[in-house]
């Protein structure tokens, strides 16, 4: 058909541009696979670009941000006209008058290349479609790429292609402001806003020439001319930025010489950039909405949203520090309790042999180095205790940082004996989530102890065995008798009896009402209810309040043997505050998308599952733990915390040996639960003096809602606990007899160098310590063998199982 004209240079022009139109089409579709992919017209209209969500506080503080990129885009106008002056005069000076391709630049750049003169002919069109497109990946070659030269060629063709088709679509502010949103400046920042938050700590309206300079320079090679990695570098391509734009007419030889004189300045203390990295409640939010994520086809990673937490961040900041102070102060204790001992032991108090051996042999590096020395074992004991420097966690160093010389086996060692905490705070009734502490440190210790561990709840358990003795038609003022107790046990072919003692390993025959034996944590009267009540019951009444764990109902099941989380019992206690009715804690309350279109709300799920009657009795005998003698919850009297009649109720709670040490706080406003110990169950505090609840979880709490209350704008008050909402028929007012001065106990200070929050003038819980008996499914029992009992607790718990 081309024979049909006659003129011969015409007939090849049309030739040429019948095989392009075929090319271009072979290209568009990739006939065969033999060029990849190319993007489409709907990939033009709306192209794909990762976005950074990021996470609030309620109030609107930044804590966190999801990101595969960290890319927070921004629009033209709010880009500092002197990045898009140094961007136009450095990378494509005839930014303004071209199509997308620059064939006259084109041109000058091989001409500059032949003659030595390395120089890119890409115009920012065409890098923003390599940006966007990722024209140069594997999956946009196609098999001419694999032929070498040739797939350079298609690719440059296609972004040719890609740049024709940006033009025609979009202005040449938005290819420059795509273009800036996209492109990488390196230590994970992706596009101008998140590089000049990073950098230099100001939007990307708010740059300086010499700053903007810094990193449009950053673009001809991210690493080399990185001002954090090699500031020389990046100042001397600074400088050469300055002088093109100067060439281009943009600033004045003056202004060159004056600017390129300045140092090079950086601010990267930005504690947004920071709020990228990983946290406890980050993580936690992220599990939080997984569910949602997978049913709404969202990726916080790539999306873009803007999702609230129900957190207070100055709430948060009282939670963290008093966490900060006291768990620094309890390291030393248990470093000072061990001293230069072993602290890793058995029941019987024996150093566990291969304790440290067994920890090794789980780890990474072992397994390598057994791969690799398979033959010389001496080679492997030599790496695991050659010392060399490592960055380990610490309350003495900066920012809990601290480098030393360590070998593997000294970094196991150090690091199984760090004791670690949880802490939630909620509002009982809307069922925010007011403060989460998932534990001392995420990146070096990434397990959340608010809702991820379980750990014995201990005495912090016998309110439920209290209320399910309310539900059973008791009142807080009938009495039982602090006495011995025998519980016999059907194995089938024997009887055998278990007899749980007090804490001071003491009885006094004394009659208690339920609000005093509650306030004391009386082992005995504790199981007598059990007894009486069912194990059953008790259970149930857990599981309706909030317990989720599965609970064994053992007669034990009284004094904290199961294993439960933190979230759970801040969850059970605030249904008793909220009138009896169940609000599931919530952690989010809304999602927005990139534009700040709400496109999520959540709200708590809601339901009455305690006689509302029964429910504020149990308010009013958590107070007793005040204001009952020998109340387990006065050492709070040591914190500033009762002005203006102010009340609050509580429960501490130790496990056996004291290796759970926990406090329930209970204001008007707000339900706290805390979880004092170490990840590892063998390592623990040697007595009550130093480890009950009291004197490990109950000082957090101490600490925390004193800040709270001495911070004003935060609204929090003093006061009494809300009134019954119904009538109560129910006997309460029941006066203690206050027993003489030498029948109290006081707990014993600690010997440590720094004075202990909550020590003096206090009367440690019944319940606490090694009295405790045991529960199912535990790996330490909860009685001493120096108990004399007819049989071990650990068998007694087996047999119910």
Not at 585 to 604: C, K, M, Q, Y
Request: hydrophobic share 35%.
């Amino acid at each position: 058909m081309f024979k049909r004209i006659k003129n011969k240079f015409l007939r090849y022009i049309v030739i040429a541009i019948y095989f392009l139109v075929i090319l271009v089409c072979a290209i568009q579709l990739n006939f065969l696979g033999l060029f990849g992919y190319s993007p489409t017209k709907k990939d033009i209209v709306m192209p794909s670009v990762n976005i950074s969500t990021e996470l609030y506080t309620a109030d609107s503080v930044l804590i966190g941000r999801y990101f595969d990129e960290d890319r927070n885009p921004v629009a033209f106008d709010s880009i500092s006209k002197h990045v898009i002056n140094a961007l136009v005069a450095t990378e494509d000076v005839r930014f303004y008058k071209h199509n997308g391709v620059d064939f006259l630049g084109l041109g000058s750049g091989i001409i500059s290349t032949l003659t030595g003169d390395k120089r890119g002919a890409s115009t920012i069109t065409q890098q923003l479609a390599k940006n966007l497109y990722r024209t140069r990946y594997n999956k946009s070659e196609g098999l001419m790429g694999k032929i070498p030269g040739v797939g350079l060629i298609v690719t440059k063709f296609k972004e040719w292609m890609t740049a024709y088709k940006l033009e025609s679509r979009y202005s040449k502010n938005e290819i420059i402001t795509m273009y800036l949103n996209t492109v990488s400046f390196s230590n994970n920042s992706y596009g101008i806003q998140t590089a000049a938050r990073r950098y230099f700590s100001k939007n990307a309206s708010d740059l300086t020439i010499n700053e903007a300079a810094v990193l449009v320079g950053m673009l001809k090679g991210t690493t080399l001319y990185n001002p954090i990695r090699n500031i020389e570098k990046s100042r001397e391509r600074r400088n050469i930025v300055l002088f093109q734009m100067e060439k281009a007419n943009f600033i004045d030889q003056a202004k060159v010489d004056q600017l390129s004189k300045e140092p090079l300045v950086l601010h990267t203390e930005n504690k947004d950039i920071h709020a990228g990295e990983d946290s406890y409640l980050r993580a936690a939010v992220e599990r939080w909405l997984e569910k949602w994520s997978e049913d709404n086809d969202m990726d916080i990673y790539k999306d873009g949203l803007k999702i609230y937490t129900t957190i207070n961040s100055k709430l948060q900041k009282h939670a963290e520090e008093a966490v900060a102070k006291q768990m620094e102060a309890l390291q030393r204790r248990l470093k000072n309790a061990w001293g230069s001992e072993e602290p890793w032991r058995d029941l019987e108090g024996n150093i566990i042999p291969g304790f440290i051996d067994n920890l090794v042999k789980k780890t990474d590096y072992y397994k390598y180095l057994t791969k690799k020395y398979s033959s010389t074992p001496d080679s492997i004991d030599f790496h695991l205790n050659r010392k060399k420097e490592m960055e380990v966690f610490s309350w003495k160093g900066e920012r809990l940082r601290e480098k030393v010389q360590m070998s593997t086996v000294d970094s196991i060692k150090y690091y199984v004996t760090m004791l670690n905490t949880g802490m939630m705070s909620m509002d009982p009734f809307s069922g925010e989530i007011k403060v989460w502490v998932g534990g001392i440190d995420h990146q070096y210790f990434k397990y959340d102890h608010v809702n991820q561990s379980k750990r014995q709840a201990g005495s912090t358990f016998k309110p439920f065995v209290y209320l399910a003795a309310l539900e059973s038609g008791k009142n807080p003022c009938d009495q039982y008798q602090d006495k011995p107790v025998t519980i016999k046990i059907d194995k089938g072919d024997s009887v055998e009896v278990w007899e749980p003692k007090n804490a001071d390993w003491n009885f006094s025959y004394r009659n208690m009402s339920l609000r005093w034996a509650m306030a004391r944590s009386v082992n005995s009267i504790t199981v007598q209810l059990t007894d009486e009540i069912g194990a059953d019951k008790i259970a149930d009444a857990a599981h309706r309040a909030g317990i989720e764990s599965k609970l064994n109902p053992v007669a034990s099941i009284g004094l904290g043997p199961n294993d439960v989380s933190v979230f759970e019992m801040a969850n059970g206690y605030a249904t008793m505050m909220n009138h009896g009715e169940r609000v599931t804690p919530i952690l989010v309350s809304r999602i927005e998308d990139h534009d700040g279109n709400v496109i999520a709300t959540f709200t708590p799920e809601r339901k009455q599952v305690i006689n509302k009657q029964d429910a504020w009795l149990m308010t009013y005998m958590l107070r007793g733990g005040m204001e009952e003698p020998g109340g387990t919850s006065q050492a709070l009297w040591d914190y500033d915390l009762f002005d203006k009649e102010n009340e609050i109720g509580g429960k501490t709670g130790t496990s056996s040996e004291y290796v759970d040490g926990w406090y329930m706080g209970i204001t008007k406003d707000l339900v706290t639960a805390v979880w004092v110990g170490c990840d590892d169950r063998n390592i623990h505090f040697k007595n009550s003096q130093t480890g009950e609840g009291s004197k490990t979880a109950l000082p957090i709490f101490g600490l925390f809602m004193e800040a709270v209350y001495k911070d004003k704008a935060l609204g929090y008050t003093q006061g009494k606990f809300p009134e019954p909402t119904v009538e109560i028929t129910k006997k309460y007012k029941c006066e203690t007899p206050r027993p003489p001065r030498e029948e109290s106990v006081s707990d014993s200070t600690a010997t440590e160098e720094i004075p202990l929050e909550g020590l003096e003038g206090t009367n440690e819980e019944g319940g606490e310590g090694v009295t405790e008996t045991t529960g199912p499914n535990q790996d330490r029992a909860l009685d001493s063998e120096k108990d004399a009992v007819a049989i071990k607790p650990e068998d007694y718990s087996n047999t119910l199982d």
